[in-house]
């Protein structure tokens, strides 16, 4: 927190910045405030701390460490503990995870200068915009309409366009849904692409703006389709992923024995595992499209 600046040594390979609510360093109020636990040390939260009470912290998900007493959750509150003695205690205690660290630089390592990014409409909006491109790399994303199922035949454009390039496209369930059979031709052009389809049950960006049944798919055997839509021509493979080794694994052959075929991964993910950006923006895009007409 902003406070404890200079307190913390800022070249640890784990310092991601300062929390300060909605003024954070970029990144970093994701980071906290959709973790599973947050351990305060000596904070002082008050309307210049905390910007206006407007941090988005559940008080059952923190632990807050004073410096002679430690609160956890919505209680209970352990008194005459130093927060030195517990801090140190900790450190013994825990080992380190770092899974979302892991899983970004798996995505990060998979861009090179002959890779491309399609962007689809929806949470992959918000979550490779974080990727850091190296010099060379593609991106392509469309905001003008907002067109969703718009990445699929932006994928086999690209892809026919630019063939010194392998495209990496993420794509949402209800978005490919719209037009899943431009696969049909990738397969057809020998193209090389890699498709992580995220499936997680329905519109979720839609969801964000105006919740509805409407917004609940018909889910696919996505995996299946492709292969139908393979037919033993051309080359092709498909997984699905259900967890962490599985996406490791599939990264690891699509990379590898596979990289000369169109590479389908279905990621399954639940349906309100969504970004912080997304809930913002998805609230804010809601109240301006329930606002009065504009009389100009």
Known sequence: MPSAKGLVPEHHPHFIGTYWGAVSTSFCAEIVESADAYLFAGPIFNDYSSVGYSLLLKKEKAIIVQPDRVVIGNGPAFGCVLMKDFLVALANKI????????????????????????????????????????????????????????????????????????????????????????????????????????????YTIEVEIHDGPYNVIKNWNYTSLVDAIHNGEGKCWTAKVFCEDDLVEAIKTATGPEKDSLCFIEVIAHKDDTSKELLQWGSRVSAANSRQPNPQ
């Open 95 to 202: 080992k380190p995870n770092t899974t979302a660290y892991d899983n970004y630089q798996r995505i990060f390592k998979m861009l090179s200068s002959e890779t491309a990014v399609i962007s689809e409409t929806g949470d992959s909006w918000f979550n490779c915009q974080k990727l850091k491109l190296p010099r060379g790399c593609g991106y392509e994303f469309q905001m003008q309409y907002g067109s969703i199922g718009w990445s699929v035949g932006a994928t086999l454009g690209y892809a026919q366009a630019v063939p010194e390039k392998r495209v990496i496209a993420c794509i949402g369930d209800g978005s490919f849904q719209v037009t899943s059979q431009d696969v049909s031709t990738m397969i057809r052009c020998g193209q090389k692409t890699i498709i992580f389809l995220i499936n997680n049950g329905g």
